[in-house]
């Protein structure tokens, strides 16, 4: 965090001021271990096994916080006896269907539900990367499952919990991650007792627990470790995503994403959602508990939004126009089909492909592959050049003359340029004013896309085609001013907002969403951003002005509320669960919830209120429902639907691994989804032979002193200066057995690539004792290209595609490779050494890891 | 007015000294290393404030340090130093992994033989390469016998005396002779010698790691030598008692980099006039904190009066030790140390010499009445020998 | 100075000499640096040599940088790998960088110090012929001395990053900048000579007409002048020894109480030498004394810095200032002898002349460059202050033992 | 000479009496700095001297483009060019901080290397050209609706709706404003184009 998030760092310091114990836990010794008071080395890839053993360690100990935990979370609820574990199924659960390599779901669900399954068979989902939304919209729960309140049934899920993570012992734990037993307990024990009444605390995590194949689990450990400790919805507390990007929250809050709409509003399926009703119905789950109850009145507020008068009850507000997904469109899908010549052209948006996607060599043959690239960026960017400058220029494989596509290079407008609102990682908007105007042909987005918009539909204006028409009716009248007729940002927020259609008010909340046609809004999470007419994201109260929840800087969604789920701050009956935690409470006196953030619970709604027997939507929350999208308004320790690959997080390896599962005979995520691409390739691992032949671990991230894929601070003098050269970490011990000299070039090899680096040989590196091997690590990170005041060779470039089944984000901090002392070859003898490697490892092209491996060899290895 | 009696050495308050009357007080920075995470947002807020031009693009191998030194081009300068030594809170870092013998030293004594053109002079010249090797070990101490005194927070070592318990793992004897240098000797050349990993007998393992991150900056003495040497006035004392060479007086005669006992202050090759760290003398004057000191994300950086930065630090140093950090230590703070006490003084983790600060600098002009004296002795003896050499001997 | 302040360079010898007795050969070259490495504590403590790391720092620093590896290591900048004298000190440093930023003068300074030196000596010299009568002297030291001082006024100049600027020397008058008060000295000391020797000229000119009149009026003002420089001058030749001591240059503010004498000789004597070359025989008498008086002092003062400062002597004893002294020395006594025992040989006269002024030159590269490599070395800053903090924290007074 | 070594501090022409009591040997002897330290040394620059973000027109309240943290930022304008960004002091989230790439910001917006102009490479081509800005905006249009039409698929076999085109897709999102992004989806969706991605995917 220290390394990449510094200034958010700034709170960890002053907690550690406080006294609060810091632990790190990192492949490498990095500016966060420098400061913590305990730093645990692991081998990337093993969270799960890490914090399976933290929960474990609760349940054992029975620290738990029991009174949050049975009121709060699912774990009394009874799980169908259909239900099997990967205890059972070593490493399997139940419902895997080894044809489409993706679980039916329906044994997972709750006792008496096992018809109304939120997902039911999967493979689609993964494909649509639309698993996550029935957990975000709460799959099909009805208003009573059978719960043991003793959580002492043995299908209860506080037992199931218990059995599934039974093998997740300190043993297991250093056996798996490298981590020594006293080392994991240390953790356990100052995790557990910083929390429960009195205190609380916080998980942190960024991209080293997303970008793998079983990403999403990772996160899910976290958060059930959080709920088991009672640090959800608590001031302190609660599982934190630290994002990389200026608005990268915003951009998925208002998706430029394939598989959602604004408000995560799913984009509709070819096959699933033909109708605006079946759409509607299939996020609300008629009859289901919950707030996504209202899904028609943002949905048809959408589409009023985009398609103003046209949109009507009539025509189901224009639900035809919406495009469909028939599967996979995710961004690698994309660059493949570009490789095969199905697509024609690309938008880069501040995106530079080439450097920060996985496989930067798929990426850029592909873009070489595309009739037309527009390259919208602040700098000549190496997804823009790839064809005058690529590694592929070098070696042969793209040929400038030969090379077909037309590239537009746009300047874009920078942030100081333009104004608008970014919504940063705690789902704060903060609306930036602009200072200056851009320079020369620079333009903003919204200049380039709201003037493209105008001159589409001016060319199209004539057309009678029916697909024309959601282009011809779409409400693109934003005013404009300046000379250079910039489209006004505030508009556009306050369409984002909502607005009475009659009245042309800006709504003030959600709740005023309406499924008549009545209101538009263009993403109702953020419904009240523009309340009263005001710029609610703008606001710029000092800090010294206002308390420390600091209500009146920015605008956070939903409903400016600064910790979500808050209600959990106060205890069944409403009472904060000490004054030390005290943070949202029930005011008896006044009937109605306050406190210092924004209550995240119906504003009367009384503890003690019970919902009639068939209520749904958010009448049929209970009083002591905290989790109020959630189906039954419970904290899910054990998820029955909206997690592809499982209702509880197990460890795998990773998909390019130089050991064998010591947990299980499954190896690999299951599910993870795989492209057999010629050009797609992946290591062998355990059990399959040739994994010697990349015997290296090898991780990436980012540098304090460098941005992402390099755009924006290796052209930056003050920065490149700060990080100027590619380098590689070694332990002294690889140091020793790769021959590599401190300062001296080292290459690693792939089967996708070789790179190179300069070799910083350093202690901060360790290898570890993995189920009685050494396993060495090195570290890379990703920022380097060939643009710039500062090269270097791209880490990306070693990583194949394979992707987590639930998100669809590729496994990119970790694969193994080969280390060896010197510089790379260049030319064809580049091409020669991968192809070279990729015979020895008996790689074929397209081939894949097979994706179960529990009828394989299983010598050596125990717990079977 | 008759200067100060303390006006060459002592205790001062040196913006009244340089005759300012009703002087604001005095500022300063206090930069805690203990809290530094070495993100190096000093370097470029200052940078970006007053305009400081590049300072190359070389990798330097110093782990993550790549400026190298204060130089006219870089004013502030963050210090990273690798040691294989215990944190004196928490656990070994290292502890039951399967390591061999160090490498810290053997990096760092290849990394002092790189070369930094900075565009300035004298820049960044390459080091030794024994003593960046030692750089790891900390410095040896005084040796005094652990049992008292309070110059006992280190032991013979430099390590802190308050030994933690001993690990259950095989970490390595205190005294042993390979633990903080074990490889370093074969390993010279970057190629770590010992055994293969994980084999080793455990008293070639590593296992304790610290790495220490400072923010250097001019000093802004008490009494600044480079302000008393220069012979322009370009260098001047500030009404906040800060140290600034005023850019339209310099003529870069040099005095200054020779004079400073800290290094600090350098030449621009391009230019030729000396530059170091201002304490953002421009907002200072508008009531603004200095560049570096407003972006430090973890208050590393403090900035304020000098008499409050000082209580202030005492009371973090105790805070320290308490938390079992007994080797933090203040550096500069001292109005009766040999420069009159820093206007930036530190809290380090370490001796200063780690940290590429001189242990215990003197202000040159401390002896300036001495080497008058002696120069005015020599000036006599030199009329004598002439009109002896005349008169003596008469014309021959 | 304050009575109890430490003497670094003494304690340091001491330290030394007793290190040498055992073993002055250094027999081992493994052994050598844990010996110093624990000798420190040693010296102030009496403690028995520090075990651990000390001794493996000192085997580490053996293996890691042996003596022949320094050249090849350091490039050239430390001026060749000529054997150190002074076993090598442990100390840390940050990556072995040096503390100080060494000097920023070029080789100009040096030569400076030459003509500063050179100017004030021949001014002399040719004062002392003005007053008592002797032409040839008091017309060679005029000339020499205005030839001198301007040379140094190009030298000073020239060695300005913004030379453009040099007049901003003029803006203040600092007794705490030695560079300040040469510069006031100069301002008097340069018109003075140059008109002193422009005096000189007055033979030259005709009789009459207003080139007459002037003629005329030249040798009384330039006798003033010639008294103002002389006056000047002894101020002239020993201010540099400050200028140089008044750095945090280890090696050159140590040596601070012998700076000004070395300068003072080194002065007299390439004035002297201005003498010898110029005057016959039977003129040079003054000169000659003056020379061996200058040379004396030279003599006795480089001695002291070659070796009273202990560690910090070392730096004139090694590498390029090392061979420059050296040879000053030579020359130096040369000279001397050369001017005792020449007194009926022009030749010999001139040659002793000549080298005196080499030895001047030698000497003053020899200080010059030896204070530059004390700096670009942190050993010659950590170590005597290393030592200084030691023994202030074990309160014991390691020069009383 | 004198008059020459005052000449920088800009009063030649006002008199001797002002020279001399502008030159700091004069102050040093008068005033109440005889070694010429401080106020007697100090020039006329040094003495007008004053923070540059005083000086500025406008200050703009922004954010800072890089990482999640959306620290505050203050954008100080003269002469309608950036010439100060730092932390903002009030700002909850970074309390005034920067880390050094945000402290980098003005160096990121007034780059040398920043790109002004279109630049085009037509297909084959080994080299870049110049492209006006309304022509690129042109040609990229009529490329899109190419694109589409070549690419557009009205239904699945079945006969159920798909109303798209695979035909050209998009990444990047992630450094835009909210505001675009909106646009941007809302624009491609309406052209029925699906592919739209950005960094979150990634």
Same mark, same amino acid.
Request: aromatic share 8%.
């Given at each position: ?14 907690? #550690? ?18 400061? @913590? ?261 943002? @949905? ?43 697509? #024609? ?191 609610? @994201? ?51 006196? #006044? ?166 680096? #300069? ?91 097979? @994706? ?13 | ?83 294989? &030594? ?27 033989? *790189? ?37 006992? &927070? ?51 393992? &590593? ?34 008692? *800060? ?122 002009? &401390? ?30 | ?401 | ?50 923070? +540059? ?29 950036? =010439? ?12 005034? +901080? ?17 790109? =002004? ?57 992630? =450094? ?27």
């Amino acid at each position: 965090m220290a390394e990449a998030h510094p200034v958010g760092f700034q709170w960890v310091m002053e907690a #550690k001021r406080r006294g609060a114990k810091v632990f790190h836990v990192d492949p490498r010794f990095t500016r966060t271990s420098a400061v @913590a008071d305990a730093y645990l080395p692991i081998r990337a890839g093993t969270d799960i096994a890490l914090l399976g053993g933290v929960v474990r360690y609760i349940l054992d100990n029975e620290l738990d916080f029991r009174e949050y935990v049975l009121a709060y979370t699912n774990a009394a609820t009874i799980v169908s006896e259909r239900f099997s574990d990967t205890e059972d199924g070593d490493g399997f659960f139940s419902g895997f269907d080894p044809e489409t390599g993706t679980y039916v779901q329906d044994s997972w669900q709750y006792e008496g539900n096992e018809d109304s399954s939120g997902s039911g068979h999967t493979a689609k989902e993964r494909d649509s990367a639309s698993g996550l939304e029935h957990e975000s919209h709460g799959a099909r729960v009805d208003g009573d499952t059978p719960r043991d309140e003793t959580l002492q049934h043995p299908r209860c899920v506080y037992q199931i919990l218990k059995r599934h993570f039974s093998r997740y012992t300190p043993e297991m734990v250093e056996r798996v991650c490298g981590i020594p037993q006293d080392k994991f307990l240390e953790l356990a024990q100052a995790w557990t007792a910083n929390s429960g009444r009195d205190r609380t605390g916080m998980l942190i995590y960024s991209v080293g627990w997303t970008q793998h194949s079983v990403g999403v689990q990772y996160i899910r450990t976290g958060a059930i470790i959080q709920l088991l400790l009672g640090n959800m919805g608590r001031p302190g507390g609660g599982v934190m995503a630290l994002r990389g990007h200026a608005s990268i929250q915003g951009s998925t809050d208002i998706p430029t994403l394939f598989n959602l709409l604004p408000g995560y509003l799913p984009m509709p399926h070819h096959a699933d959602h033909p109708t605006f009703d079946e759409w509607v119905d299939s996020i609300r789950h008629p009859g289901q508990k919950g707030f996504w109850g209202n899904a028609e009145s943002f @949905a048809a507020s959408l589409l009023k939004a985009y398609w103003g008068d046209a949109a009507t009850p009539e025509n189901d507000y224009c639900y035809g126009y919406l495009p469909r997904l028939t599967g996979d469109h995710g961004t690698y899908q994309q660059v493949l089909n570009m490789i095969d010549g199905k697509i #024609k052209g690309y938008f880069l948006l501040g995106q530079n492909p080439a450097v920060g996607s996985a496989h930067g060599r798929a990426q850029r043959l592909g873009m070489a592959n595309l009739d037309w690239l527009v390259v919208r960026d602040l700098f000549m960017i190496e997804s823009a050049t790839f064809w005058q400058n690529g590694p592929e220029v070098a070696t042969g494989e793209i040929v400038p003359e030969e090379c077909r596509t037309e590239v537009f290079f746009l300047p874009a407008a920078s942030h100081v340029e333009k104004e608008g609102t970014f919504t940063q990682t705690q789902r704060l908007l903060q609306w930036r004013e602009k200072a200056v105007e851009p320079p020369g042909d620079a333009r903003s987005e919204l200049w380039f896309f709201y003037h493209l918009g105008r001159r589409l539909r001016e060319k199209l204006a004539a057309s009678s085609l029916p697909r024309d028409r959601a282009l011809l009716d779409l409400t693109w009248d934003y005013p404009t001013h300046g000379p250079r007729e910039e489209p006004s940002a505030e508009s556009v927020l306050r369409e984002i907002n909502g607005y009475d259609v009659t009245t042309g008010r800006p709504l003030s909340s959600f709740a005023e969403a309406r499924a008549d046609g009545s209101t538009a809004i263009g993403c109702w999470i953020y419904t009240g951003v523009y309340a009263d007419g005001v710029n609610q @994201a703008a606001r710029r109260k000092s800090r010294h002005e206002q308390d420390w929840v600091a209500a009146e800087w920015g605008w956070a969604w939903p409903a400016n509320r600064r910790i979500l789920y808050n209600r959990a701050s106060a205890d069944p009956d409403g009472n904060p669960w000490s004054e030390r935690k005290r943070y949202v409470w029930w005011d008896a006196e #006044k009937a109605e919830w306050t406190g210092y953030d924004v209550p995240d619970f119906e504003k009367t709604k009384p503890p003690s209120y019970r919902p009639p027997a068939g209520a749904s939507g958010p009448e049929g929350i209970a009083g002591d429902d905290p989790f109020v999208m959630q189906g039954d308004g419970k904290g899910w320790l054990y998820a029955p639907s909206g997690v592809l690959d499982g209702p509880l997080p197990t460890h795998y390896e990773p998909v390019e691994s130089p050991v064998r599962n010591p947990l299980y005979r499954q190896q690999a995520n299951p599910t993870r989804k795989s492209y057999a691409h010629p050009v797609n390739s992946v290591n062998p691992s355990p059990p399959e032979e040739h994994s010697q032949v990349f015997p290296y671990v090898f991780t990436v991230s980012r540098l304090t002193e460098h941005h992402t894929a390099g755009g924006m601070s290796r052209t930056v003098r003050p920065l490149a200066e700060l990080q100027p050269e590619m380098f590689v970490e070694v332990s002294p011990e690889l140091a020793a057995e790769a021959g590599l000299a401190h300062l001296g070039w080292a290459h690693l090899i792939s089967g996708r690539a070789v790179i190179e680096a #300069k070799v910083l040989v350093t202690d901060r590196l360790t290898p570890l004792r993995v189920d009685g091997r050494v396993i060495h690590q090195v570290w890379v990170p990703y920022h380097f290209g060939f643009e710039g005041l500062v090269t270097g060779d791209s880490a990306n470039d070693l990583f194949g595609i394979t992707l987590d089944p639930n998100v669809l984000i590729q496994e990119s901090k970790i694969g193994t490779c080969d280390v060896r002392s010197g510089r790379r070859p260049t030319g064809k003898a580049l091409l020669d050494l991968v192809a070279d490697y990729q015979r020895r490892a008996g790689i074929t092209p397209g081939g894949h890891a097979p @994706a179960v491996t529990t009828d394989q060899d299983v010598e050596g290895r125990d717990g079977s | 007015m008759v200067p100060d009696p303390n006006s060459l050495y002592g205790p001062l308050d040196p913006a009244p000294d340089a005759g300012y009357e009703d002087a604001p007080p005095r500022m300063g920075f206090f930069t805690d290393t203990s809290v530094c995470i070495g993100c190096k947002a000093c370097e470029v807020a200052c940078k970006e404030w007053n305009g400081v031009p590049g300072s190359g693009l070389d990798l330097l191998g110093m782990s993550y340090d790549n400026t190298g030194a204060l130089t006219a081009n870089s004013w502030r300068h963050v210090a990273f130093i690798e040691q294989p &030594r215990p944190t004196g809170h928490g656990a070994a870092a290292f502890a039951g992994t399967p390591t061999g013998a160090t490498v810290s030293a053997a990096s760092a004594a290849l990394a002092a033989g *790189t070369a930094g053109p900075t565009g300035t002079d004298p820049g960044l010249p390459p080091g030794s390469p024994s003593a960046a090797a030692r750089m790891v070990n900390g410095t040896p101490t005084d040796g005094e016998p652990a049992s008292g005194g309070p110059g006992s &927070r280190v032991d013979v070592l430099g390590d802190p005396v308050a030994a933690r318990e001993p690990s259950a793992h095989p970490t390595v004897t205190r005294d042993s002779p390979t633990r903080t240098n074990g490889g370093a000797g074969p390993q010279f050349l970057g190629m770590p010698g010992g055994q293969p990993p994980g084999r080793g007998t455990g008293v070639e393992q &590593r296992s304790d790691f610290r790495w220490l991150m400072m923010s250097d900056v001019c000093k802004h003495c008490t009494h600044a030598a480079c302000l008393d040497v220069c012979p322009t006035g370009s260098l001047f004392r500030t009404e906040f008692g *800060t140290v600034v060479v005023q850019e339209d007086i310099c003529n870069g005669c040099g005095y200054c980099i020779s004079a400073c006992p800290y290094g600090v202050i350098d030449q621009r090759k391009d230019d030729g006039r000396a530059w170091k760290c201002t304490l953002c003398y421009d907002r200072l004057g508008a009531g603004m904190t200095p560049a570096c000191a407003q972006a430090c994300p973890t208050e590393s950086i403090q900035y304020g009066p000098l008499e409050e930065l000082r209580e202030r630090a005492a009371a973090r140093v105790q805070t320290l030790q308490e938390r079992g950090v007994p080797e933090a230590r203040l550096y500069g703070h001292d109005p009766n140390d040999g420069v009159g006490g820093d206007g930036a003084f530190f809290l380090l983790l370490d001796e200063p010499e780690v940290y590429g600060l001189p242990p215990d600098p003197v202000v040159t002009t &401390r002896d300036l009445p001495a080497m008058w004296k002696r120069a005015g002795l020599a000036a006599l003896a030199m009329t004598a020998a002439t009109v002896a050499a005349f008169v003596v001997g008469g014309s021959s | 100075m304050s009575a109890h302040r430490p003497e670094v360079g003494d304690r340091f010898r001491r330290f030394r000499d007793r290190l040498a007795a055992p073993d002055p050969r250094r027999a081992t070259p493994s052994g050598h640096d844990a010996a110093t490495s624990g000798a420190p504590a040693d010296a102030t403590t009496g403690l028995t040599p520090r075990n651990g790391s000390g001794n493996g720092s000192g085997r580490q620093a053996g293996t890691v940088e042996p003596d022949s590896r320094r050249p090849r290591r350091r490039g050239g900048r430390r001026g060749g790998g000529e054997e150190l004298r002074v076993p090598e000190a442990t100390f840390t440093s940050y990556y072995g960088r040096p503390i100080l930023k060494a000097p920023v003068w070029k080789w100009d300074i040096a030569a400076y110090l030459f003509t500063g030196g050179l100017a004030a000596g021949s001014s002399l010299l040719a004062a002392g012929g003005q007053l008592t009568g002797q032409p040839v002297l008091r017309r060679a030291g005029r000339v020499t001395a205005l030839a001198a001082v301007s040379a140094s006024a190009v030298f000073l100049i020239r060695d300005l990053g913004r030379p453009e600027r040099f007049h901003h020397m003029l803006r203040v008058a600092k007794p705490t900048s030695p560079m300040s008060v040469g510069t006031w000295i100069l301002t008097v000391f340069g018109p003075a000579a140059g008109v002193a020797a422009v005096a000189e000229a007055a033979g030259w000119l005709p009789r009459r007409g207003p080139l007459g009149l002037v003629g005329r009026a030249l040798p009384p003002v330039g006798h003033a002048a010639g008294l103002v420089a002389a006056a000047t001058a002894p101020a002239l030749a020993t201010y540099t020894g400050v200028l140089l001591a008044d750095t945090a240059v280890p090696s050159w503010h140590e040596a601070y109480p012998e700076l000004p004498v070395i300068f003072a000789g080194s002065a007299l004597a390439s004035g002297a030498a201005v003498g010898l070359l110029a005057a016959p025989p039977a003129q040079a008498g003054p000169a000659r004394r003056m020379a061996v008086a200058g040379a004396a002092l030279e003599l006795f003062g480089a001695h002291r810095v070659e070796t009273r400062l202990g560690l910090l002597s070392e730096p004139y004893r090694s590498g390029r200032p090392g061979r420059l002294l050296r040879a000053a020395r030579l020359l130096t006594v040369a000279g001397a002898a050369g001017a005792l025992l020449g007194r009926r040989s022009r030749a010999a006269g001139a040659l002793a002349g000549a080298a005196l002024l080499g030895a001047s030159v030698a000497t003053r590269f020899g200080i010059f460059y030896g204070g530059v490599a004390s700096a670009r070395d942190p050993r010659y800053t950590v170590v005597p202050q290393r030592e200084r903090v030691n023994a202030a924290r074990t309160g014991a007074d390691p020069a009383a033992d | 000479m004198f008059v020459g070594s005052l000449a920088w501090e800009g009063v030649s022409g006002m008199g001797l009496r002002t020279f001399i009591e502008g030159w700091p040997v004069y102050r040093q002897l008068t005033g109440t700095d005889p070694l010429g330290r401080g106020a007697a040394a100090k020039s006329a620059r040094s003495a007008g001297l004053t923070a +540059r973000t005083e000086a500025a027109e406008s200050v703009a309240r922004s954010v800072c483009p890089y990482c999640a943290v959306g620290c505050g930022q203050r954008v100080y304008v003269a002469d309608g060019q950036v =010439t100060q960004i730092e932390g903002d002091p009030d700002s909850p989230i970074s309390r005034g +901080r920067l880390c050094p790439k945000g402290a980098a910001s003005k160096s990121l917006v007034t780059s040398p290397l920043r790109q =002004t102009t279109v630049r085009y490479r037509r297909p084959y081509s080994t080299q870049w050209e110049d492209l006006d800005l309304d022509t690129a905006l042109d040609m990229i249009a009529d490329r899109m609706l190419a694109a589409r039409e070549q690419t557009w698929e009205d239904a699945d076999e079945q006969g159920r709706p798909l109303n798209r085109t695979l035909g050209f897709a998009s990444l990047g999102g992630a =450094t835009l404003d909210n505001e675009e992004n909106y646009l941007i989806k809302k624009l491609f969706t309406a052209m029925g184009a699906l592919q739209i991605e950005n960094q979150a995917r990634i």
